[in-house]
């Protein structure tokens, strides 16, 4: 019975897709779960899987093409078996049992091994072939990591590794920019076009942070299974914040001022497709603990390409951690309907002047970008010191303060 393979339903705020890579030649045997394909978005890459063991038997929309919500992307056989190797189950048949069975050689048919995205881009940056790659994925897919050690394996046994580029050599590369890169681009140039937006900033104390974190650190790693570590302080003292200034957790729909009764918090993480934003829902009723462990699983789903369209859905208020990378100061842009965004920066001794003498203290810059038509000077800066507050004494979380 043939079915029609579908590109999966996008929610609204994802328009259409693009077909990144099909795994299965057309007319290529699959397994149940086996990847078909992959879908890029403007937030996500889609992997499209078999319904059943069958043939791919048609590809209707091929690599680079877009497509919409539902549209129909091939066609499948379940049960089917390929003609080839229906061919070569006849042929073993019609062997004389006495005579030795010969060497099966390799078929020029058999499909190569898939290639997730990540391990694709950085296969093609370094003029490399699939070929010679064991890959540890599902179905034996090749992922980034079977790159990375292949080029340490090449560079190791000095091994034909991309040469140099010679001196004075004016080389170009020209590649098409990824949907995401594309949206993310158009988003941030939205951002600065479309909104008022204004960033204050003030500085945080890490001192008392620091010495709670190193007091408990074993305990809550021995309990929680998780390492204790700065964000999720950040997130609380933000969705407190939040709670006290409300026009900061509000967007602008149109010409009327939509307000969130709840604290759906977006964390910037760096990916090797670019900057993506999945978000902690309903982040007041999550502990440190909880946040903690689904902000190191939003981490690794990133660089292993598995952040679903719902991971990055929706969200009121986005926190950026630049200091991760360094960065000491920055004015971060806004997030889109969103109206203000955290930028958290490196933690740094710096002397500071505290009851008239100069002490070494760690300090962190901390950034609030606004947008000025619904939050007012006073607000954003107010909601910046009330963030403040929670960083230097941790335990006005626990006395509501």
């Known amino acids: ?155 190791n046994s000095g091994g034909s590794s991309p040469a140099p580029a010679s001196p004075g050599a004016r080389e170009e590369k020209r590649v098409p920019m990824s949907r995401l890169r594309a949206r993310v681009a158009e988003r941030l140039l939205e951002a600065t076009q479309t909104t008022a937006m204004l960033t204050t900033f003030n500085e945080v104390d890490m001192t008392e942070l620091k010495r709670m974190r190193a007091q408990y650190r074993d305990a809550f790693e021995a309990r929680h299974e998780i390492r204790l570590g700065f964000m999720s302080f950040f997130v609380r003292a933000c969705v407190e914040a939040l709670k006290k200034f409300p026009a900061v957790n509000a967007s602008i729909d149109g010409s009327d001022i939509v307000y969130h009764g709840y604290q759906d918090i977006g964390v910037a993480v760096s990916s090797d497709r670019g900057l993506v934003v999945p978000i902690l829902r309903e982040a007041d009723a999550m502990s440190l603990a909880d946040t903690e462990a689904k902000i190191r699983e939003f981490g690794t789903k990133a660089m292993d390409g598995k952040l679903s369209i719902e991971d990055m859905t929706g969200g009121t208020f986005t926190i950026s951690n630049g200091g991760v990378f360094g960065s000491l100061l920055s004015t971060p842009i806004l997030n889109p309907p969103q109206t203000a965004i955290l930028g958290m920066h490196t933690i740094q001794d710096r002397p500071v002047a505290i009851n008239g003498e100069v002490v070494i203290r760690p300090m962190m810059y901390l950034a609030l970008s606004y947008d000025h038509r619904l939050i007012d000077g006073k607000e954003a800066v107010q909601f910046l010191i009330a963030v403040k507050e929670v960083i230097e004494d941790p335990t006005r979380i626990l006395l509501n303060l």
Do not use: C, Y
């Open 1 to 155: 019975m043939t079915t029609d393979i579908k590109a999966p339903a996008f929610p609204e705020s994802v328009q259409d897709g693009t077909i990144a890579e099909w795994h299965v030649a057309e007319g290529g045997s699959v397994k149940r779960d086996m990847p078909l394909v992959d879908i890029e978005t403007d937030k996500v890459v889609i992997e499209v899987v078999a319904p059943a063991d069958g043939v791919l038997t048609s590809i209707i929309k091929a690599s680079g093409d877009v497509v919409e919500s539902n549209e129909v992307i091939g066609a499948f056989e379940a049960g089917a078996v390929a003609e080839v190797e229906a061919v070569a189950s006849e042929s073993v048949e019609e062997v004389d049992e006495a005579a030795p069975a010969p060497q099966a050689a390799p078929s020029a048919g058999t499909n190569a091994p898939s290639v997730n995205p990540a391990a694709k881009r950085l296969l093609e940056e370094n003029d490399l072939t699939s070929d010679g790659i064991a890959g540890s994925g599902k179905s034996g897919r090749i992922t980034k990591t079977d790159v990375v050690n292949h080029l340490d394996n090449l560079k």
